[in-house]
């Protein structure tokens, strides 16, 4: 399945991965596949965090939130201030 993954805010890309413009990639993942999947195919740090197609994926929900042909997966680091 394709989907497209959005590193933002700083989120560090693994070398040899190719980003376009505004930081994003096409993936092909295997059906079935996890936010958690995802994660650690690029070998990004558990304290990112995750959204497909614009919804919040707590940390504790990223292995159970299966992906589907066409999901955006956003990762960026946790914003801080106040």
């Known amino acids: 399945m394709n989907i497209t993954v959005k590193l933002?805010?700083?989120?560090?890309?693994?070398?040899?991965?190719?980003?376009?413009?505004?930081?994003?990639?096409?993936?092909v993942m295997p059906e079935g596949a996890s936010v958690t999947d995802v994660m650690e195919r690029l070998r990004l740090p558990d304290s990112l965090v995750t959204m497909v197609d614009s919804r919040p994926v707590p940390r504790t929900d990223r292995?159970?939130?299966?992906?589907?042909?066409?999901?955006?997966?956003?990762?960026f680091p946790?914003?801080?201030g106040g």
């Open 63 to 75: 292995a159970a939130r299966s992906l589907v042909d066409g999901d955006e997966v956003t990762i």
């Open 78 to 80: 946790p914003l801080k």
């Open 8 to 27: 933002i805010g700083g989120a560090k890309a693994p070398a040899g991965l190719v980003l376009d413009r505004d930081g994003g990639t096409s993936s």
